[in-house]
């Protein structure tokens, strides 16, 4: 008898999609979507399959072969986030909803402590929106104006900032309504998004131990703010 998963948020059926040996994504056209995990098909098949015959290999300059998992996994996993994230964009979720579940995800997946949306307003400001991480009482009314802050900084400039220790830096902006005392942030990555020149956001990532950000991390940070930047574009329409 086929196993039929009902939407929590509309009740329709939904539709079952395996994604990979270890995880399904349940969808319903709504736009809510959920993953659980699985059993490996292989292991069904073949009780003598093993993970490790299929790991893929990398020769590198010096012509060493070596496992490749840890790569292809972290590739996974962000490719499974943006598809949620991606999902939450286009939702019909309110904007603040939205806003807050896409900065934990994206926090979850950089393994940041905290992650932060600043969204540009009508009274030329950068305001917070949403926020893993601070507290959510300051949600609405930590702002920045454009060239304060690290993030206004970054603003100004039309380019991401990177920022080592930021004890360091004299741009640094302490909002006491965010309680960002009980974290101690080191490193700071502030990501601008801009609309065909104009102003629109900016996506924050915050550490509390001194952190380097790999390329694939930095292009995983574009994209999540490309998308927050659709979410907030076709909620203005």
């Excluded at 997946?109 to 992650?115: A, E, P």
């Excluded at 009980?182 to 900016?202: D, E, L, R």
């Excluded at 930095?218 to 998308?227: I, K, P, Q, R």
């Amino acid at each position: 008898m086929e196993s039929i998963t009902r939407c929590r948020k509309c009740g329709k059926k939904m539709v079952n999609q395996r994604v990979d040996d270890h995880k399904i994504k349940i969808s319903c056209s709504c736009g809510y979507i959920e993953y659980k995990d699985a059993s490996a098909a292989s292991k069904s098949i073949n009780p003598h399959f093993s993970a490790g015959s299929l790991m893929p290999l990398v020769m590198d300059e010096e012509g060493k072969i070596f496992f490749q998992e840890e790569v292809v996994d972290r590739e996974r996993k962000e490719i499974i986030t943006l598809e949620e994230i991606s999902m939450l964009a286009s939702s019909d979720y309110d904007l603040e909803e939205v806003l807050k579940k896409m900065a934990e995800k994206a926090a979850l997946r950089l393994g940041v402590d905290v992650c932060s949306i600043y969204l540009w307003e009508d009274d030329n400001h950068l305001v917070l929106r949403g926020t893993y991480g601070l507290s959510q009482q300051a949600v609405g009314k930590a702002k920045l104006e454009p060239g304060e802050g690290i993030t206004g900084s970054a603003l100004e400039a039309k380019k991401p900032i990177l920022v080592a220790d930021i004890s360091t830096d004299k741009r640094y902006r302490f909002f006491p309504e965010t309680k960002e005392e009980q974290y101690k942030i080191k490193t700071m990555y502030s990501y601008p998004f801009f609309s065909g020149g104009v102003p629109f956001g900016a996506l924050n990532a915050q550490t509390v131990v001194t952190r380097e950000f790999t390329e694939d991390e930095l292009g995983f940070v574009a994209v999540v703010a490309n998308l927050i930047l659709g979410a907030v574009k076709m909620r203005k329409r």
